[in-house]
């Protein structure tokens, strides 16, 4: 695969040649008013470009319909006002930018706002290559089409190597703009495959669910998902799956203010599987369960775990769990699982399962100075204090 990749991006970039150039959608006719129809005049600026070329978007708002939306040639830089005044308006129902199949190598976009739709990196066998979306917002996603793949933020066909999703906002991604007690599949950032890239300092508030990945089509390693700041998530905050994810590191991210917390309301969920997740890290990350249950819509509603894990060799360390979690630590399939110095407290320990083996005890797992208690130290108070829905 990556020989054929290389091959396909050598091509792409002998065929263009020449000079990288900066490319104005307005000077190609996109009105930016909010009210002209802006999909043709900015497929038009794309089109004239090379390999390497920028594609430049000014302050303004651009009215985008499909078919086709935007279409992302590869290679091309896709760049707003770097104060976040350049947006991109979908009409409903779909992606509003999409890159051409099995052809999402080498592109960035940058500083642009994508509000009733997301980005689609589309293909069936080639994985996106050199991808960096970065400092852009993805809002306003509320579809309930028949293609839930619209549903996402940032959706990713057939993985991605080499790639950056990073300082980015994520703000009202629900599933026909709905977050009740039934399973739904918006989410911030979906996948099949991460490899040697990064999801760090993203902003996750009011949305479904804020990650999920499933680790199919790349191996895994190298992928870092770090310092994120999740509030407000309906569902499973981060969720990974699968069976490759060997060299995972989930660290330093924060999560609090559940929404409408129901029985898929879950801190992280790491399930890889024994065989072949390996070397996973989930360290220093806080999980706070904050907000009280409605029970007067399910009096059998709970909140399930804080920090799931699974997967052979993983290392759960100096994590918070903290609150009303179900379950503080919950551990399924797992081989020489470390699960050291990590705080539970709040009334999560009141339910007797602060750690829980939930398949029995797992070889070669080892529990050691990790802290329960009723009473959290006053570091821990304090930050939960500033936690107010």
Same mark, same amino acid.
């Given at each position: 695969?990556? !020989? ?50 920028? +594609?430049?978007? $000014? ?7 499909? $078919? $086709?939306?935007?279409?992302?040639? $590869? ?8 104060? !976040? ?21 080498? +592109? ?8 009733? %739709? ?5 293909? &069936? ?9 970065? @400092?852009?917002?993805? =809002? ?50 979906? %996948? ?48 990974? =799956? ?14 609090? &203010? ?21 070397? +996973?890290?989930? =360290? &220093?990350?806080?999980?706070?369960? @904050? ?9 059998? *509603? ?15 360390? @100096? ?16 081989? *020489? ?53």
């Amino acid at each position: 695969m990556l !020989g054929r990749l290389s091959i396909l991006v050598l091509l792409i970039s002998m065929a263009a040649g020449g000079m990288a150039a900066t490319r104005n959608v307005k000077l190609s006719g996109a009105r930016g008013n909010g009210t002209a129809d802006d999909t043709a005049a900015i497929n038009r600026a794309i089109a004239r470009s090379s390999y390497g070329d920028e +594609i430049v978007f $000014p302050a303004g708002t651009y009215k985008i319909s499909f $078919p $086709p939306g935007i279409v992302l040639e $590869p290679g091309r830089t896709y760049r707003g006002d770097a104060n !976040g005044e350049s947006k991109l308006v979908g009409t409903g129902g779909y992606s509003i930018a999409t890159s051409k199949y099995n052809q999402a190598l080498d +592109i960035t976009v940058d500083h642009l706002v994508f509000d009733g %739709g997301g980005i689609r990196l589309d293909g &069936n066998v080639v994985p996106a290559s050199h991808v960096s979306v970065v @400092n852009c917002t993805f =809002q306003n996603i509320v579809t309930d089409g028949e293609n839930w793949t619209t549903h996402m933020g940032i959706y990713i066909g057939t993985g991605a190597e080499h790639s950056h999703f990073d300082h980015n906002r994520f703000h009202n991604i629900f599933t026909g703009g709905k977050y009740g007690l039934e399973d739904s599949d918006a989410t911030g950032i979906f %996948g099949y495959g991460l490899s040697q890239s990064t999801i760090v300092d993203n902003v996750f508030d009011f949305v479904n669910e804020g990650v999920h990945i499933f680790f199919d089509d790349t191996d895994g390693t190298n992928v870092v998902v770090a310092r994120n700041h999740f509030t407000r998530v309906h569902r499973i905050t981060m969720e990974f =799956q699968h069976d490759k994810t060997d060299g995972l590191v989930v660290e330093d991210n924060m999560i609090s &203010n559940p929404l409408n917390p129901f029985w898929l309301t879950y801190g992280m969920s790491v399930a890889a599987t024994t065989k072949t997740g390996n070397g +996973i890290v989930v =360290q &220093n990350n806080t999980v706070v369960a @904050n907000t009280p249950l409605d029970l007067s819509v399910n009096p059998k *509603n709970y909140y399930p775990y804080g920090i799931e894990v699974w997967g052979t060799n993983t290392v759960v360390r @100096n994590n918070r769990v903290i609150g009303l979690w179900g379950i503080g630590i919950g551990i399924g399939a797992a081989h *020489n699982m470390v699960v050291e110095k990590n705080l539970i407290c709040g009334k999560v320990t009141g339910y007797g399962k602060s750690i829980n083996e939930y398949y029995g005890p797992q070889t070669g797992t080892r529990l050691v100075q990790n802290v329960i208690t009723p009473t959290c130290p006053s570091p821990v108070a304090t930050l939960m204090s500033s936690m107010k829905n």
